[in-house]
């Protein structure tokens, strides 16, 4: 797994910022709360042992939901970007992916050495993964591949 870096400010996090700006409106009304743009971005290299980088734009405070996973968007910037297989079985999590912008792949599998299944992603597409599977997600196009992420929390 890969440390995360928590951007909040400089030329870097206005880059993302930007980038998604482009396809989406980065704003959320919380329950009784004023409408607000996301609450951090989590930068991840490599992750799980994928290429490249991975910004995960956080929606909501942990206080704010059961989960701060819960509503998430997955950003992968540039062509080749990449989270490598990786379970949440030891959280118990599954997660959803909506599919915003761009395109990608999915792979999927059962164990570590299991089966790999694949799915072309494009806009529209919706994935799922029980938190007993292995997955990850590649950016294959040109732009930006920017998915919705929803993660169930059931310790």
Known sequence: MSDTIILSEGAEFDHVIQEVSKYIN???MAFEKN?????????????YGGNGTVYMLQMFDQKELANNRLAAYM????????????THNQRNEQELYVVVHGT???????GTEGFIRKKALQKGDITA???????????TGGEPLIMFVITTNNP
């Open 26 to 28: 980065l704003y959320v």
């Open 35 to 47: 409408e607000r743009t996301i609450t951090r971005v989590d930068k991840r290299e490599n992750m």
């Open 75 to 86: 950003v992968l910037l540039n062509k080749g970007d990449e989270s490598g297989f990786h």
């Open 104 to 110: 990608g792949e999915y792979r999927e599998r059962t």
């Open 129 to 139: 993964i029980r938190s007993i599977g292995y997955h990850s997600v590649e950016n």
